[in-house]
Nanobody, 120 residues
Framework: QVQLVESGGGLVQPGGSLRLSCVASGSIFSINAMSWYRQAPGKERELVAG???????DYADSVKGRFTISRDDAKNTMYLQMNSLKPEDTAVYYC??????????????WGQGTLVTVSS
């Protein structure tokens, strides 16, 4: 009924940049917020950045000044611009959306995850 499609992951050298995209599609009535999470092997999934459709943005301390989250309301799309990447940024990055379907069902939906590897 509702899907999140992610793209943009890959292999990059330290100091490089990547841009992740997440498109929400399906029977969506409204989106309250979208977020990026990441999970490294053996570690808990952590919030990287989030944005509400009211325009509020939040970042994890570890990525402030390097990552930028943005959105396109008309296309239900979220982006994460990642600059000055470090090896510790290596993780599977997941898109998350808090939304309401056309049937007025409140859902939290996860994407499939995209791997970001930062290595020389």
């Amino acid at each position: 009924q509702v899907q999140l499609v992610e793209s943009g992951g890959g292999l990059v050298q330290p100091g490089g940049s990547l841009r992740l995209s997440c498109v929400a599609s399906g029977s969506i009535f409204s989106i309250n917020a979208m977020s990026w999470y990441r999970q490294a092997p053996g570690k808990e999934r952590e919030l990287v950045a989030g944005i509400t459709w009211g325009g509020s943005r939040d970042y994890a301390d570890s990525v402030k000044g390097r990552f930028t989250i943005s959105r396109d309301d008309a296309k239900n799309t979220m982006y994460l611009q990642m600059n000055s990447l470090k090896p510790e940024d290596t993780a599977v990055y997941y898109c998350n959306a808090d939304l309401v379907t056309m049937l007025r069902r409140h859902l939290q939906v996860w994407g499939q995850g995209t791997l970001v590897t930062v290595s020389s």
